[in-house]
């Protein structure tokens, strides 16, 4: 079974723009959350979707969206792009909400804003 | 909020020696599932071991131990007869039981030394 995969691997735009990042969960998987990560900040939750819907929410600004469609593959923005958000952008899927434990990790999206 | 700790920014092994790693957390919660992640210089997230809260017997998979101590609120790993492919990054997480947010440790940057 392929595991979680995410587009771009790397990314470079420039401060202003905005940005559209993508992650295909496992095949099954119904849940998919976003995680940034920075050397600062270390890793941060960002938002978790389930069957389309966003479940659950971390603590960024209004500039940071998401999506799920639905054959699950999640989608998300982050727009009027700022240096602060250059990170490694991860994706996990599950199975589903009662399988929390069962997440697996894409292998990240380099973004990096000039 | 939970929040989780892991005091030892970095740690050295040489090969075939056993290392424990430290993680303590803090949480109101009584049922909820503790992580140990390892993210080699590839980034890939991987799950090394999973600890359920209301299991009272430590969790093992192979080389990889827990010590889980629930009134203390700590959950350290250990790791026996280390090798090098065992150098990398190591995330302690705290995850819910409803949803699949995790909340990450700082982490702490293992070096196994041959």
């Known amino acids: 079974k392929a595991g979680v995969t995410q587009t771009p691997r790397y990314l470079i735009k420039t401060r202003g723009q905005q940005v559209t990042l993508s992650c295909s969960p496992i095949?099954?998987?119904?849940?998919v959350s976003w995680y940034q990560q920075t050397p600062g900040q270390g890793l941060q939750f960002l938002f978790e979707y389930f069957s389309e819907t966003q479940r659950n929410k971390g603590n960024f600004p209004g500039r940071f969206s998401g999506r799920q469609f639905s054959n699950s593959r999640s989608e998300m923005n982050v727009s009027t792009l700022e240096l602060g958000d250059s990170a490694l952008y991860l994706c996990a899927s599950s199975l589903s909400l009662s399988t929390p434990y069962e997440q697996y990790f894409g292998p990240g999206t380099r973004l990096t804003v000039t | 909020a939970q929040t989780v700790t892991q005091s030892q920014p970095e740690m050295s092994v040489q090969e075939a020696e056993t290392v424990t790693l430290s993680c303590t957390y803090d949480t109101s919660e009584s049922n909820y599932y503790l992580f140990w992640y390892k993210q080699p210089p590839s980034r890939q997230m991987i799950l090394v071991i999973r600890q359920e809260a209301y299991k009272q017997q430590n969790a093992t998979e192979n080389r990889f131990s827990v010590n889980f101590q629930k009134a203390a609120k700590s959950f350290s790993l250990k790791i026996s007869d280390s090798q090098l492919g065992d150098t990398a990054m190591y995330f302690c997480a705290f995850g819910e039981t409803s949803g699949s947010r995790l909340t990450f440790g700082e982490g702490t940057q293992l070096t196994v030394n041959p």
């Open positions: 095949s099954g998987h119904r849940s």
